[in-house]
């Protein structure tokens, strides 16, 4: 075995006559090294994409909802502990709020939606805590007239934490017949920021519960009641399941509805570069075949004298699969090294680019997020590798054959 790859290492070091066979050898490697890199890049990107979806929005979003039909839910505490009861998967529940309004800073007003929340048991629930200054939180109570603007409603409004906006909501209004519920005006002071980097900011506040409760006139009452699953993946099922178990008859949902097209997405990216990873691969590994191709030939006589030797057909194909892996081997490990580093560094060297041109690539008011998230999953580093080093070994087995034909008497004989 090692007197096979020094022989494999001699022949991917000596000098031949054509140098065009050298040429082809460093191309095969930058090549397999430009594939893998780039495979690993792009594979990161959608892992952080992934990564982000799971770990920013889903913390914040509730996993599934329950809603009265054309009511609101007056007995909702009962609703809490039957829901919790229905399935050992549903992992925390919350009351909520939701309204649509209007907030407007001098002359600029925006459509937002505006979730009431108890504060305590967010905490327990979801992660705005980790994206609101944590002294805000602290002090967000009702009462207080305050409001937790996201960052993106802020900047359209041009207003920042401590200022005071209107909010304007909708009443129980008149009951007389074609007339609309007359809006309620509402000042109210910015307590903090709510930054997701993405999508969610331009679109929601957050009040205190009781307060919502009282600017909608809904008394004791809730829209619904928002449960955290601890299986995300299979939310719609839980949700579904719970849903039929329970005394009243509710509007059920769940985040797959919302943003489920972002997980099938991601998924769907993932499979077609897994595709083009292999074609790429291929591609590479043709110019292996090239390299190895013109490297029997160039070598044909050192061949012929090792066939004199005594040097079976088996022993001359292992050369050339030895041979095939060192190309292949060199290319991995330098595109791996490189793909890893700008994998993990990706990030800030999108944003540099971005401050650079001037130019934001993710628009924070169309994507989840407004950033180039990067996550290196070195379970693809591998499985990479080692489709590379597969095909790498197809790739030699052609040239291995034609070395293993030579007949070394005709070649030495000749001139």
């Not at 000596?14 to 090294?33: C, E, H, K, Q, Y």
């Amino acid at each position: 075995m090692s007197s096979r790859f020094l022989v494999a290492m001699f022949f991917s070091t000596i000098r031949n006559r054509n140098t065009m066979v050298s040429f082809i050898a460093l191309a095969s490697i930058i090549g397999i090294a430009i594939s893998v890199s780039s495979m690993i890049m792009v594979l990161s990107v959608m892992n952080g994409f992934q990564y982000e979806l799971k770990n920013r929005v889903l913390s914040i979003i509730p996993h599934g909802e329950f809603e009265g039909i054309q009511k609101p839910v007056s007995n909702w505490q009962l609703l809490m502990k039957q829901i919790k009861q229905c399935n050992t998967s549903i992992d925390s529940v919350a009351p909520y709020i939701r309204l649509m309004a209007l907030v407007n800073k001098g002359l600029y007003t925006k459509a937002i939606e505006v979730r009431g929340i108890i504060p305590s048991l967010e905490e327990n629930f979801s992660s705005f805590s980790d994206f609101i200054d944590s002294q805000v939180w602290q002090t967000f109570h009702s009462d207080s007239q305050q409001i937790i603007l996201g960052k993106g409603v802020a900047d359209s409004i041009h207003a920042k934490k401590g200022d005071y906006v209107t909010l304007m909501v909708t009443t129980t209004g008149s009951n007389e017949l074609n007339k609309l519920p007359a809006p309620k005006k509402i000042r109210l002071k910015i307590a903090g920021l709510l930054e997701l980097h993405g999508q969610l900011d331009h679109n929601l506040a957050l009040i205190p519960l009781k307060d919502a409760q009282k600017y909608t006139q809904l008394g004791d009452s809730v829209t619904g009641i928002a449960v955290k699953v601890n299986d995300v993946l299979n939310a719609e099922k839980i949700i579904s399941e719970v849903n039929i178990n329970l005394s009243n008859y509710l509007y059920s949902s769940s985040w797959q509805k919302k943003f489920g097209f972002l997980y099938r997405d991601i998924q769907l990216i993932r499979t077609i570069v897994y595709l083009i990873m292999v074609l790429v691969m291929c591609l590479a590994s043709f110019n292996i075949v090239s390299a190895l191709m013109m490297t029997v030939k160039g070598c044909s006589k050192d061949i012929a004298i090792l066939r004199s030797i005594g040097a079976d057909d088996v022993f001359i194909k292992k050369i050339f699969v030895y041979k095939g892996i060192i190309l292949s081997l060199s290319g991995s490990s330098i595109g791996g090294i490189i793909g890893v580093i700008i994998s993990m560094n990706l990030t800030s060297i999108i944003k540099k680019i971005e401050l650079l041109v001037h130019h934001n690539f993710l628009s924070r008011n169309i994507y989840f997020i407004n950033f180039l998230p990067s996550k290196v999953n070195f379970f693809d580093v591998a499985l990479i590798f080692f489709i590379t080093i597969v095909l790498s070994l197809l790739a030699t087995w052609l040239p291995a054959i034609k070395a293993s034909k030579l007949k070394p008497a005709s070649i030495l004989n000749s001139k």
